[in-house]
């Protein structure tokens, strides 16, 4: 599946604090990633509604709607989209909510754009793999 | 708190040489799941250790130190199932539900609470007795039953509830806020205690008090001011004061002087004093007691008495026995003029008087007392002088002595045991009981040594007041701020001009206090006994004789310091340990750790190495990375192009290895074969480990001296003969490689180890990190091993780390050739602990 790597992302970035959410969407932009970024939660779920995209990345303390709320609507609407949560000093707690809820991993913030990416090619490849699982509908091996 | 393991650092460039270019994506997802799998391995790992260090008792820790670890375990957990169901393509969600299981245990434990089952804000003395302390604290129940059942005067006034302390902060958005802060603090860095105290007091203050809970207190205040003055109308001019009275206060346990007390209120600050007052569970010194005495913050609560200022003109302490001698039937008495808190906070030195059960005077001490407190007009307090005349007078008479006595007679007789109480006489002369505890004695019934003066060392104090017994040696430390807490070293001793409560926050760090002023009845002097530090008060002249850094011997039996240490006395020297066991803080974590820490799924080939038998996180997280290679496997079957990955490496080698290809690690091509022979491997670093890991030498029942001369004569002298090659090393070994890269990883039972390493031309990306983890923590012998290999590889150029029985090692930017030599070295060490390991498991 080599087209993979050749497709462009469509990444949905959200987070509140507005310099770090341009800094990082000019960042992963100049990376190929065709990316949108959204201020809150709530423009999320809107954004969503009118666009599909592969991988999210969503910061997990933001006012309103939170990020594992946040987490949960958007898996509602798109369940093979894959959410990667940006952490602060938030508790583990949200960490364990957030992989109950169906987040692909975490990254904690500040963070490493290259770290990032990592993160976003295997999130999108896990979406793909998991479309692919889901056409298939195959049962799975017992071990 | 999601820090990355560096262990396992799968580096930004090399991910995609070492993970093969022409890899299909399948092969890749499942990989990522593999590595975030074992980073979690990895992290869930530390947490184990650093629970398994905890558990021997010797560091202070609290509830949010508990609760942080435990979320952290189980979030590992939860991340290495998750990643196991996505790479096995979803077979393995029964075990999403088996953590949740133990999680819920871990909650339950976790979230255990006092309940309050009271309704009322505010009660009347005339409704509390001592069996209420958990609706109105200690000091409030002790009043209620020193009125309504003993019969003695106490100023009137009131209780403020735990009631509305619960609707104040507990059930408020606020407790939220200052629980996330506290998550924040390390016990061994007072400096963050400080800062966190800081916030969490302004929070409290600045919230506001729900209106119902100030209504209350402001009608409670009224009908107070209407019951005291003698008019129709209430005096509004009517002062109060307020005293913490916390509950928690474990009867083992005083507290004393660690929460605010407020004197001469008036009524409109008497909202925002109460605040300050349940504020005050959180000044630095309170949290470094509770943590110190693994107290959970989930069952204190305030209460706050409200009682009629009494201008006192005399105030005091009273002991109905004498702490240091239990034995002996005598009553202390110690007195100042003016308020209480001159007293008992060793500003000034007070009259002390020894009194007979029967009421006369045995002895009595007057000291000079030149300043004293009053009530200003407007609320609060201030130093006046005391009256020429008064100075050296005593405070009592014969007739308060008796008085006073028989008061000490009656409580003491009504509550069983010897008591501490405070009292005040008013300008008529009346007197009031504001307090009584019971009294805290040194080992009571143990009497001191009597030690003679010890010649040949300079005597810098002769004779100073003991208030807690022993020995303690170290370099004097001036303490004359906060900031001086803060600084304190470890094992100092500490020089201060009054005693004061605040100490408490470095009694874990203090070898013994001497100060100028202070009594055996100040609260300083109750903690100083607690946590057992030798401590001498009322010198004064000891920070004038006893400079900074000077090394100082502390007799604290005999009251006298010597310069120096003087060997005579070593025997008497208290150790200063303070274990955590037996306190409610460890308690919930062995509970807690017990469904975390035990491994009952010892062994793969059993049949009971399944799902349903996993009871602990680390039983699941042991399945979880059993199951993972189990599941790389079976990649070669679902890689489209039937390529083989994966082999049994083969020949003579008493091992059963593993090997996974990434890409390049063989030198051919296409083999069609299920185990290959180690000729075969191109893998740079995989072929270096292998060549120690195949080492002759050590597979003899001796060792041979090999090049590594320190490496060999650490081996020497810790280990005992191995056993013969021939044994079987334990459970599977697996070896994730690539040209450049390798990830090898053992098991034998208990003990694991882990290299990763990254091996090519370019020197700053060339690295190896080894980990070592040796079985449980509280083993002496593994952990001497783990030390013996931290040894070994720090020797060997590696910055090495250990925690518990757990070692972690890198080395990192250096040539390819010396990697490959440190590699050789690691592959013959992993051979000869191997060995170990199966001589110490049978």
């Not at chain 2, 007390?261 to 605040?275: A, C, M």
């Not at chain 2, 090692?809 to 013959?828: F, M, N, P, S």
Request: proline residues 4%; charged residues 25%; negative net charge.
């Amino acid at each position: 599946m080599e087209k993979s790597d050749m497709q462009i992302i469509r990444l949905l970035l959200v987070d509140d604090e507005d310099d770090f959410r341009t800094t990082l969407a000019n960042r992963l932009t100049r990376r190929n990633l065709d990316v949108t970024d959204a201020g809150s939660g709530e423009e999320a779920i809107e954004i969503i509604g009118q666009k599909s995209f592969d991988v999210a990345i969503v910061d997990i303390k933001m006012p309103g709607m939170d990020g594992i709320e946040t987490l949960r609507r958007i898996r509602k609407i798109d369940p093979l989209l894959e959410v990667i949560l940006l952490t602060g000093h938030a508790s583990v707690e949200a960490g364990i909510e957030g992989i109950k809820s169906g987040a692909y991993d975490y990254v904690i913030k500040p963070c490493n754009v290259n770290d990032l990416m990592v993160k976003v090619e295997d999130a999108f490849r896990r979406r793909m793999i998991e479309k692919g699982r889901a056409q298939e509908n195959r049962e799975c091996s017992k071990s | 708190m999601f820090k990355k393991l560096k262990l396992f650092n799968w580096g930004k460039s090399q991910k995609e040489s070492s993970a093969g270019e022409n890899l299909p994506d399948l092969f890749r997802f499942k990989y990522s799941c593999f590595k975030m799998l074992l980073d979690s391995n990895a992290e869930f790992l530390n947490v184990m250790t650093d629970l398994e260090e905890k558990l021997l008792g010797q560091q202070v820790f609290g509830m949010s130190y508990v609760r942080s670890r435990s979320a952290k375990a189980v979030f590992h957990a939860l991340r290495m199932i998750k990643n196991l169901d996505d790479l096995s393509g979803h077979c393995y969600s029964p075990l999403f539900d088996i953590l949740e299981k133990i999680n819920l245990k871990i909650k339950e434990i976790l979230g255990r609470k006092k309940e309050i089952s009271i309704s009322e804000l505010i009660l009347p003395y005339s409704a509390i007795n001592a069996e209420m302390t958990d609706w109105v604290g200690g000091k409030n129940a002790n009043l209620g039953e020193i009125h309504s059942r003993i019969g003695l005067p106490i100023p009137c006034g009131f209780a403020i509830t735990t009631r509305a302390f619960e609707s104040f902060l507990l059930n408020s958005a606020l407790f939220d806020e200052i629980s996330s802060k506290k998550m924040n603090i390390d016990p061994d860095n007072p400096g963050t205690i400080k800062t966190i105290s800081d916030d969490i007091r302004q929070l409290i203050i600045s919230a506001d008090v729900p209106a119902e809970i100030e209504d209350a207190i402001l009608l409670a205040y009224s009908k107070l001011a209407g019951d005291t003055s003698s008019g129709k109308i209430p005096d509004s001019s009517l002062r109060i004061s307020m005293r913490s009275s916390a509950v928690g206060e474990d009867s083992e346990l005083s507290f004393a002087g660690q929460y605010l007390s407020r004197l001469n209120v008036p009524q409109e600050h008497i909202i925002r004093t109460y605040k300050e007052v349940v504020a005050s569970l959180y000044t630095p010194r309170a949290i470094a007691y509770r943590l110190n005495k693994g107290i959970r913050d989930e069952d204190i609560a305030m209460s706050v008495a409200c009682l009629q200022m009494v201008e006192s003109v005399v105030s005091g302490v009273m002991y109905s026995k004498n702490p240091l001698n239990m034995l002996e039937e005598n009553i202390i008495i110690t007195a100042v003029w003016g308020l209480g808190p001159y007293a008992v906070e060793g500003v000034i030195t007070p009259d002390s008087y020894t009194v007979g059960k029967n009421g006369q005077t045995i002895s009595s001490d007057i000291s000079r007392k030149t300043v004293q407190l009053i009530s200003k007009p407007d609320g609060g307090l201030t130093e006046i002088p005391v009256a020429d005349a008064l100075w050296d007078k005593p405070c009592l008479s014969a007739d308060n002595i008796a008085v006073l006595a028989g008061y000490a007679r009656k409580l003491e007789e009504h509550y069983g045991c010897p008591q501490d109480i405070e009292w005040a006489i008013d300008s008529s002369g009346k007197i009031f009981i504001l307090q009584s505890r019971s009294l805290r004695a040194d080992d009571s019934g143990k009497s001191y040594p009597v030690l003679p003066v010890l010649t040949g060392y300079p005597l810098l104090i002769e004779k100073g007041v003991t208030v807690s017994g022993g020995v303690g040696f170290g370099p004097a430390f001036h303490v004359s701020s906060d900031e001086d807490l803060l600084n304190f070293p470890d094992g100092a001793v500490l020089i201060a001009r009054h005693s004061s409560p605040k100490l408490v926050m470095v009694m874990k760090k203090t070898r013994a206090i001497v100060t100028d002023m202070g009594n055996i009845a100040g609260h300083m002097a109750t903690l100083a006994r607690e946590f057992a530090v030798p401590t001498i008060v009322s010198t004064n002249v000891a920070t004038s004789v006893i400079h900074e850094g000077m090394e100082v011997t502390v007799d604290a039996y005999s009251g006298r310091v010597y310069q120096g240490k003087v060997p005579e006395l070593e025997a008497y020297q208290i150790t200063g340990e303070f274990p955590m066991k037996d306190t409610p803080v460890y308690s919930v974590l062995r509970e807690v750790s017990d469904r975390i820490v035990p491994l009952y799924l010892l062994d793969p080939r059993s049949p009971d190495f399944a799902p349903t038998f996993c009871s602990t996180l680390h039983d699941i997280c042991r399945l979880v990375h059993e199951f993972s290679y189990t599941e790389m496997f079976k990649l070669s079957d679902l890689v489209s192009d039937k390529r083989g990955l994966a082999f049994k490496l083969k020949g003579f080698i008493p091992l059963d290895l593993y090997v996974i290809d990434l890409g390049s690690g063989l030198t051919e091509k296409n083999l069609n074969l299920n185990s290959i022979s180690p000729d075969k491997i191109a893998s740079v670093p995989f072929k270096a480990l292998l060549k120690g890991l195949l080492n002759k030498d050590f597979q003899q029942n001796q060792c041979r001296p090999v090049e590594f001369k320190g490496f060999l004569s650490v081996m020497r002298e810790q280990m005992i003969t191995p056993p013969s090659a021939a044994e079987r090393f334990g459970d599977r070994s697996y070896a994730i490689i690539s040209d450049k890269y390798l990830n090898f990883s053992s098991r034998v039972g208990y003990h694991y180890s882990i290299v990763d390493s990254y091996c090519s031309r370019t020197v700053n990306m060339n690295y190896i990190t080894f980990s070592f983890k040796g079985g449980a923590a509280d083993d002496v012998r593994r952990n001497r091993r783990v030390r013996t290999i931290a040894r070994i590889l720090q020797s060997l150029d590696f910055a090495t780390d250990v925690t518990g029985d757990r070692v972690s090692a890198r080395y990192q930017k250096h040539e390819i050739h010396l990697i490959e030599d440190k590699l050789d070295i690691i592959g013959r060490l992993l051979q000869f602990t191997r060995q170990m390991d199966m001589l110490m498991t049978k």
